[in-house]
């Protein structure tokens, strides 16, 4: 039996679901849709495969440890988390994948997944890629076309050579149309949305594209030779992958190949392309409303408000979409959301941390939230996870305030290390090389107030740390 190799593409950034997704912690990572993060739920939907293997992931390097701690949760053990140092779209990041893959002499089916979708019927998901994997097998670059379900502006189209709903030749790629247009493609039931999903031996993807744009390979390939192991990361050599032309698999392969094939689904897909999406696959009442967290709506119709710490209440609004963060609130007309990135850019373009990071901070050993701040002082809520270490470190411009909270900590503190249980302190004085631990069995979580002239997070020198930053 061949083997089926997952790669699940996770280096997007989601800037059309601002302000819950931006740079630093994108859709992927989230929980939209249940519990499970959409990264999650894209592995775990693949269980019951015939010959899954393990997963090839694709990341950002700035997500590694997101990525690889969500993957642990879910039970997945990637065969490599390939980590690039810059983006370069869709066919770099499967070509490494596909290299990646072959590596050894094999030449597996490669199953290409983003990372950021929802999937209604999984069953019937499976039961397509098992159905696509004899084409698959013989050669042909197979994409997953979705039976529309109204004439949607926001995606492609692919218009399938026959009628059928097996796997046919691929006709065209046409690009998002205008209403009318996508009026005529559903009608004539020959068009279907591009989904970005597909299945493909590697050999037959690096064959197509070293016809096409044999400077990608090469580029890619490079890459590749010259990754580094880090503990559980491969890291692509960062010069051989900037000099990668940047292209979807799209432009660069489909649109060009006479190998291309589309086999025509309807599984309940979404690409929570934006808050409009997510509205139309929530749990609405009977008016329409969709909420998450602490809400209250009276006199409200088609309206998605979406809560976090704070009660958000709505009154008399139709159409209307509401996000509230712990550092931004978004209220926009439902049919304007397309346009958030809009404002993401007017956020870049001043320079505002809004739009690239949470107030909330992720990191290898757990997070930290800027609760407060002003001049010369900020104040934060720290939480270190069982066993997990800061580095050691020391900063220039700022001394620091320890409370513990909740759990224990082990402190460093010049030649001095020494434990902390709750409701104590210490204090770490500028220049003074320090180190936090939890060396407990539950999350460590503390109070930080830092002091001084300059309170950035790059003032940090680190002396040693075990994640390798």
């Given at each position: 039996m061949t083997e089926l190799v997952p790669v699940l593409l996770s280096g997007g950034s989601g800037t059309r679901l601002w302000p819950l997704s931006r740079e630093t912690h994108p859709k992927q990572f989230q929980p939209l849709v249940g519990e499970k993060s959409l990264l999650q739920a894209t592995w775990e939907r693949l269980e019951g495969l015939d010959g899954l293997a393990a997963p090839i992931v694709v990341a950002n390097e700035e997500h590694r440890f997101m990525v690889a701690e969500q993957l642990r949760q879910a039970g997945a053990v990637p065969s490599a988390i390939v980590l690039e140092p810059v983006g370069r779209n869709t066919a770099p990041a499967i070509a490494v994948a596909a290299l990646q893959a072959r590596a050894g002499g094999a030449d597996p089916l490669l199953l290409v997944l983003p990372s950021d979708h929802v999937i209604a019927d999984q069953a019937?998901?499976?039961?397509?890629?098992?159905?696509?994997?004899?084409?698959?097998?013989?050669?042909?670059?197979?994409?997953?076309?979705?039976?529309?379900?109204g004439p949607e502006t926001g995606y492609g189209y692919i218009k399938a050579g026959s009628a059928g709903s097996n796997v046919q030749k691929v006709e065209a790629f046409v690009e998002k149309p205008d209403k009318a247009t996508a009026e005529t493609?559903?009608?004539?039931?020959?068009?279907?949305?591009?989904?970005?999903?597909f299945l493909f031996r590697a050999s037959s993807y690096l064959a197509e594209l070293e016809k096409h744009a044999p400077a990608m390979v090469a580029a890619a390939s490079e890459s590749l030779e010259k990754a580094k192991r880090d503990v559980d990361f491969?890291?692509?050599?960062?010069?051989?992958?900037?000099?990668?032309?940047a292209d979807s698999i799209d432009y660069a392969v489909m649109e060009k190949t006479d190998k291309a094939a589309v086999l025509p689904i309807s599984v309940g897909w979404n690409d929570v392309g934006s808050w409009k999406a997510l509205w139309e696959i929530a749990d609405q009442d009977a008016d329409g409303n969709a909420h998450h967290g602490d809400v209250i709506a009276l006199d409200c119709r088609n309206t998605l408000a979406w809560g976090g710490r704070r009660l958000v209440s709505l009154l008399g609004l139709d159409d209307v979409i509401v996000v509230d963060t712990d550092d931004a609130l978004l209220v926009a007309a439902r049919d304007q959301v397309q346009e958030v990135k809009a404002i993401v850019a007017r956020l870049k373009d001043e320079g505002r941390p809004q739009a690239s990071i949470h107030r909330k901070v992720y990191r290898p050993w757990g997070s930290y939230d800027g609760i407060d701040g002003g001049e010369r002082?900020?104040?934060?809520?720290?939480?270190?996870k069982p066993g997990a270490a800061l580095s050691l470190q020391m900063h220039h411009h700022r001394a620091e305030h320890w409370i513990v909270v909740s759990g224990s900590a082990r402190v460093t503190c010049g030649d001095e290390v020494f434990l902390l249980s709750e409701n104590q302190s210490t204090y770490i004085p500028l220049g003074s090389k320090h180190r936090l631990e939890n060396p407990g069995k539950v999350p460590l979580e503390l109070i930080e107030v830092q002091s001084g002239s300059y309170l950035g997070e790059d003032d940090i020198v680190r002396f040693e740390d075990v994640y390798g930053r």
């Open positions: 019937g998901f499976r039961a397509a890629v098992q159905a696509a994997c004899a084409a698959a097998g013989e050669g042909a670059l197979v994409t997953f076309g979705i039976v529309p379900t493609y559903v009608a004539s039931g020959d068009y279907f949305w591009n989904s970005g999903m491969l890291r692509l050599d960062r010069d051989a992958f900037e000099a990668c032309p002082f900020q104040v934060k809520r720290i939480v270190v």
